[in-house]
């Protein structure tokens, strides 16, 4: 059962890498639960890390947080999995899906055998068949178990249409929808600024639908570029699931792009792919269709026949 009281809420982090400690240190700064446990297999990097990590709470709020193991995470209300081994230049994230599904069964089974009964949240990559291969091992029910999805691509579109139309990437909706990864795409015939049609607006700052596919696919690989220049991305993706992790410890029912367990919305079933849906304490509340036009039904169906392949693939090979 989640923890509501706001006055002791456990925050568990499994993986330490730079992804996880930069959520770290989102969270601290956000003053996000009261007690945060790190459990990595490198112990002495978790031991540093917490001792860095707790004297900002002078600055941010009180916090007890430790470098710990599974059995530390009984009590949490949210799991952040961000374990596993990263991208490297030249690859894809779903060149990642044996090794990493692999790691996952690793974390999985200590952290329910701890007693955990709080929502997992994955970040690690390829994170929608991650996601997937999570619910399946621990037998969670699947509202329990959710990914990053497209939350850190959205925000990605959000800011570069942001540039070329000078509004607040905050004041644009418009979701990064499908696989995080390759097969994504922009859901533009229902994204909206102010309540404008995206499109409508687009066309008066003197843009083409040829210009905002181009934003489009910018997005869709900034990711590599980032890559290619500093070696990881992971200010991005920590503050997004800094955001995730706040709608459900804070039981918001706010509208994000995850990635999210299908159950017939957009005609999927037995996939976990990006799309908005309401988070709150319970993990996923609510899927959100969003209405799509034709070319962009076929690219969601593409992207969700793409990551069952590779599931399929990568679990009958666990």
């Keep these: 059962m989640i923890n509501l009281t706001l006055d002791r ?7 330490d890498g730079a992804v996880g400690s930069s959520f770290a240190y989102a969270m601290m700064h956000q ?10 297999v490198v112990k002495e990097r978790t031991e540093g890390d917490a001792l ?60 329910v055998g701890s007693g ?27 509202n329990k178990v959710f990914g ?13 249409l942001g540039k070329k139309l000078n509004v607040n990437p905050q004041s644009i909706n418009a979701y990064i929808m499908g696989e995080h990864g390759d097969s994504e795409f922009a859901a533009y015939a229902s994204a909206t600024v102010g309540g404008e049609s995206l499109i409508e607006r687009a066309k008066r700052a003197g843009l ?27 200010y991005g993706v920590a503050t997004a699931l800094m955001r995730i992790s706040k709608a459900v410890l804070r039981d918001e029912n706010t509208v994000l792009p995850v990635g999210a367990p299908m159950d017939g919305q957009y005609g999927l079933n037995d996939v976990y792919i990006g799309a908005p849906a309401i ?40």
């Design 9 to 15: 809420q456990k925050v568990a982090l499994i993986g």
């Design 31 to 40: 003053g996000l639960a009261e007690e945060f446990v790190i459990v990595d």
């Design 52 to 111: 860095d990590l707790e004297d900002a709470q002078v600055f941010t709020s009180p916090k007890h947080i430790f470098s710990g193991d599974y059995s530390d995470c009984a009590d949490a209300d949210l799991a952040v999995i961000t374990a596993g081994a990263p991208q490297k230049p030249g690859e894809t994230r779903l060149d990642l899906v044996n090794k990493n599904l692999k790691i996952m069964q690793s974390i999985i089974k200590p952290l």
């Design 116 to 142: 955990f009964k709080g929502v997992i949240l994955v970040a690690a990559n390829p994170v929608d068949i991650l996601t997937y291969a999570a619910q399946k091992f621990s037998g969670f029910p699947k």
């Design 148 to 160: 990053s999805g497209t939350s850190l691509d959205t925000s990605r579109l959000q800011v570069a």
């Design 208 to 234: 083409s639908m040829d210009d905002l596919h181009q934003i489009e696919d910018e997005t869709r690989h900034k990711a590599y570029e980032i890559i290619n220049r500093k070696g990881a991305t992971f």
């Design 279 to 318: 988070v709150n304490a319970s993990g996923i509340a609510e899927v959100i269709e969003v209405p799509l036009n034709d070319e962009e039904k076929e690219a969601m169906r593409k992207s969700a026949e793409t990551l069952q392949k590779t599931t399929a693939d990568g679990m009958a090979q666990l």
